[in-house]
C-alpha cells in the first residue's frame, strides 16, 4: 500500500513537470497556430539561467525566483526577434526556424557555459526526506517539486478561467481571427502567450535541474513528450495538457515499477526483464495513438 | 547533385591520402571519446592521460613522432563510426583508441578492424560479443571486457557472505553485460533487477521506491559518469543510504566524485586499477597528472594512458616500421609494456588477463575524496568469453 502511493506521487510529480513544459507549448500552438520546437531550448535556459542565479545569489531560492524574470524577458526577445516573423509562414517554415532556434540555442549555451553541463546542487532543507505518512517517507525535493507544480497548475486554471487575460486566450484558443476583428490587440496577446510560455518551460527546466543535471540538447529529449502530451489533451487545451500529464506520468512510472512484475506472470523471468523495458518505453506512444483513433483532436481539443 | 560533390572529395581525398600514406613520418593514433555533453568529463580525463603518456615518451616512439587525432563521438553511435571512418579515411591513422561505450565501440569497430585493416585498442568499452564470437585479430583492450569488473565485486560479496542484491544498470550493451556479470559470481538472492531507458533516463524515483520495497541487503548499480552522479544523489536523497548497502561499478570514481562528494562516502565498488596501486609507472602516472591538473586520475585515464604506452612498446620493438601489420599486431600481442596496473598480459582474444580489486570512497588528507584499495577480489582474471573466441 505504502508503495503503491510512493509511486503514485513519483507519477504525479513527473506529470506535473511535464505540464509545466505542455503548457507553454499548448498555448503557443493553440493559440498562436505555432509549432515551436524551440520550446525545449526555453527549458534548457531555465536550467542555465537558474545555474547561474543560484551561483552568484548563492541561495537556492533566491536563484530560482530570479530565473522566471529572466526567463520572461528571454520569452519576449525571442517573440520579438524571430517568432513573431512567423506567424504568417506555414507550419513548415515555423518548423525550420524553430529548428534553427534549437542549434543556435545549443551553441549559445556551448559557448557561454561550455560543452560539459553543469548540476545544481539542493540546499539541506530540500535534500532529504519528508514523511508524508507516518512512516512513509519521500524525497523532500520531489514533494517540492509536487507543491510548487500544483500550486502554479491552480494559478493557471484560475487565470484562464476567471480573467479577462484567461477569457482572451481560451477565445484566441477556438478562433483567432474573430477575436482579432473584436478589436483585441492580438500582437500584445501573443507576446504575452509566449512569455508566459517561457516562464512556465524555464520553471520546468528549473525544477528539473536538480534531478536530471542541467546539460546542452537536456529539452530536446523532453520536448517529444510534451508533444505527446499536448497532442492527447488535445492542442491549445490547458485542461487537456494537465489531464495528460497526469496520464503519461502514471504511465511511464507504471512501466518502470509494474511492469515488469505484471509480465513475470505469464512470461519467463528472462524474458519478462527484456520486455519490460523495451514495452515501458513504448507504451506512452501506444495511449497516444489509441486516444487518437477515439478522438482524432485529443481528449479535449476542438471539435470540428 | 549531392552525391556528385560527395563523390568528388571521396575521390580527391583518396587521392591525397595515398600519396600522404607513402611520406609518413608520424605516428598516426586515432582518439575516439566523449568530449561535450554531460559526459565530457571522461574524454577530458582519457585526453589529458594520453598526452601526459605522450610527454612521458619524450614525444616520440621508434624514433618516430607521436601524433595525436582527438575526435569527438559526442555520445552518439551514429557520430562514433563516422568520426572512426574519418580518422581512418581521411587521416590515415595507424591506431585508432579510445572509445568510452560499449554501443559506441560496436557501432566502429568494422569500419576500422575490417573495412580499413586498422589496429584498434580500446581503451574502455569491452562489450561480450567482442570477447567472444566477434573477436577480431586487429582488436585489443587496456581496459576489460564488461563482465569482469562486476565479477569481481559479486566474488566479493559472495565471499562476504551478503545474503541478496538489488541490480539495476542503464538498458544497453555495457549494462546488460555488467548485470550478467554479477549474476556470474554472486549467487544470492537477486531481490529484483531494472535495465532503465538509456541514456536518457536520468530520474530513478520509480526504481528507488521499488528498491525501498524489495529491502535488499545491498544495491549493485552501473551508471557511468554524469548517470552515477544522479544516481547517488538521488539515493542519499530518498534517504535509502542508512538502510542499503550501495556497491557499484564504474559509478563513483574521479570523474563522478568531485560532485557526489560525501554522498558516496564508504560505498564499495571494484576495478582493475586504482590510483594507490603501488607500482612505479602507476606512482609517475598518478604524482604527474596530480601535479599537471590538481585532481587525480580515473580508470579511463589510467586506460588511456596504458594504449598509448602499448602502441609505443610495438613502435619501439620495430624501429617505427608500421608497415607489415601482421608483425605490429605480434609486437602488440607480447604486451611489453609497464602497464600502470602492475601485472598485464594478453589472453588469446586480445583482452588483457589482470587483477581486479575491490576500492572504498573515502578522503585523502587534503579532504579530497577519492577511491583507496581495500583487497584484491580476483588474481590473474581472465574473463569468461575467451573460449568462444576462435583465435588461438
Not at chain 1, 105 to 111: A, I
Request: glycine share 10%; net charge positive; hydrophobic share 50%.
Amino acid at each position: 500500500m505504502d508503495y503503491l502511493a510512493i509511486q503514485i506521487l513519483n507519477g504525479v510529480q513527473l506529470g506535473l513537470l511535464m505540464f509545466l513544459l505542455a503548457a507553454g507549448l499548448t498555448l503557443t500552438f493553440g493559440i498562436m497556430d505555432l509549432v515551436n520546437l524551440a520550446h525545449g531550448s526555453l527549458y534548457m535556459m531555465g536550467a542555465y539561467f537558474a545555474w547561474t542565479l543560484i551561483g552568484w545569489t548563492d541561495s537556492f531560492v533566491l536563484g530560482a525566483l530570479l530565473t522566471l524574470p529572466a526567463a520572461l524577458a528571454l520569452g519576449a526577445v525571442v517573440e520579438a526577434v524571430v517568432i513573431r516573423r512567423l506567424y504568417a509562414r506555414d507550419h513548415l517554415d515555423q518548423v525550420l526556424a524553430t529548428f534553427g532556434l534549437i542549434l543556435f540555442f545549443n551553441e549559445l549555451v556551448r559557448v557561454i557555459w561550455g560543452p560539459a553541463g553543469k548540476s545544481i546542487a539542493l540546499p539541506a532543507f530540500l535534500s532529504g526526506t519528508v514523511e508524508i505518512l507516518p512512516g512513509l517517507p519521500y524525497p523532500a525535493y520531489r514533494f517540492a517539486i509536487i507543491v510548487v507544480g500544483g500550486v502554479v497548475a491552480l494559478l493557471l486554471a484560475w487565470m484562464v478561467q476567471r480573467t479577462r487575460t484567461g477569457m482572451l486566450i481560451r477565445a484566441g484558443a477556438s478562433n483567432r481571427r474573430m477575436i482579432g476583428a473584436l478589436g483585441v490587440d492580438i500582437n500584445l496577446l501573443f507576446t504575452l502567450v509566449f512569455g508566459l510560455g517561457a516562464v512556465f518551460a524555464a520553471l520546468a527546466g528549473l525544477m528539473a535541474a536538480p534531478i536530471l543535471s542541467v546539460k546542452i540538447g537536456m529539452g530536446d529529449d523532453i520536448l517529444i513528450l510534451a508533444f505527446v502530451i499536448i497532442v492527447i489533451g488535445g492542442i491549445g487545451s490547458i485542461k487537456g495538457a494537465f489531464i495528460a500529464a497526469m496520464v503519461v506520468g502514471q504511465i511511464d512510472i507504471f512501466g518502470r515499477a509494474f511492469l515488469p512484475d505484471l509480465l513475470k506472470t505469464f512470461l519467463s523471468n528472462a524474458a519478462a526483464s527484456t520486455a519490460a523495458p523495451a514495452i515501458s518505453q513504448v507504451l506512452i506512444y501506444l495511449v497516444m495513438a489509441g486516444v487518437l483513433v477515439w478522438r482524432p483532436t485529443g481528449l479535449f481539443g476542438p471539435r470540428t | 547533385m549531392k552525391y556528385g560533390i560527395l563523390g568528388a572529395v571521396t575521390i580527391a581525398a583518396m587521392a591525397f591520402g595515398a600519396s600522404g600514406a607513402l611520406a609518413q613520418s608520424t605516428i598516426k593514433i586515432g582518439f575516439i571519446s566523449t568530449f561535450s555533453g554531460p559526459q565530457a568529463a571522461i574524454g577530458q580525463d582519457m585526453r589529458r592521460s594520453a598526452e601526459l603518456a605522450v610527454e612521458h615518451l619524450g614525444g616520440m616512439a621508434g624514433g618516430k613522432k607521436i601524433e595525436l587525432i582527438f575526435e569527438d563521438d559526442q555520445f552518439k553511435p551514429d557520430v562514433g563510426k563516422q568520426k572512426s571512418e574519418k580518422l581512418v579515411q581521411q587521416d590515415k591513422v595507424n591506431f585508432v583508441t579510445g572509445y568510452i561505450w560499449s554501443n559506441v565501440l560496436l557501432a566502429s569497430l568494422k569500419a576500422v578492424t575490417d573495412e580499413a585493416d586498422t589496429i584498434l585498442i580500446s581503451a574502455n568499452a569491452g562489450p561480450s560479443q567482442i570477447a567472444g564470437e566477434l573477436c577480431h585479430k586487429n582488436f585489443f583492450s587496456t581496459s576489460w571486457n564488461n563482465d569482469q569488473t562486476p565479477m569481481a565485486m559479486g566474488q566479493y560479496l559472495q565471499d562476504r557472505g551478503v545474503k541478496s542484491l538489488y541490480l539495476m544498470a542503464g538498458n544497453y550493451a555495457a549494462g546488460k553485460d555488467m548485470l550478467a556479470g554479477v549474476r556470474r559470481t554472486f549467487k544470492g538472492q537477486v531481490a529484483g533487477e531494472d535495465l532503465t531507458k538509456w541514456p536518457d533516463q536520468l530520474d530513478f524515483s520509480a526504481e528507488l521506491a521499488k528498491i525501498r520495497a524489495a529491502k535488499p541487503e545491498g544495491v549493485f548499480v552501473f551508471y557511468p559518469g554524469a548517470h552515477g552522479v544522479q544516481f547517488v544523489r538521488q539515493f542519499v536523497q530518498a534517504g535509502l543510504k542508512d538502510q542499503i548497502k550501495l556497491y557499484q561499478v564504474f559509478s563513483i570514481d574521479a570523474i563522478t566524485l568531485p560532485q557526489q562528494g560525501e554522498l558516496a562516502l564508504g560505498s564499495l565498488g571494484a576495478q582493475q586499477w586504482v590510483n594507490d596501486l603501488p607500482n612505479d609507472a602507476n606512482k609517475r602516472y598518478v604524482a604527474d597528472f596530480r601535479k599537471k591538473h590538481n585532481d587525480y586520475p580515473s580508470y579511463y585515464g589510467a586506460q588511456a594512458y596504458d594504449s598509448i604506452m602499448l602502441i609505443a612498446s610495438a613502435a619501439e620493438a620495430l624501429k617505427g616500421d608500421l608497415a607489415n601489420k601482421d608483425r605490429v599486431r605480434a609486437e602488440l600481442k607480447k604486451a611489453n609494456f609497464k602497464s600502470v596496473r602492475g601485472g598485464f598480459s594478453f589472453n588469446t582474444n586480445n583482452f588483457p588477463i589482470q587483477n581486479f580489486y575491490i576500492q572504498e570512497a573515502v578522503k585523502d588528507a587534503d579532504g579530497k575524496m577519492t577511491v583507496k584499495t581495500i583487497a584484491t577480489a580476483i588474481s590473474k582474471a581472465k574473463d569468461p568469453h575467451f573460449e568462444k573466441c576462435p583465435m588461438k
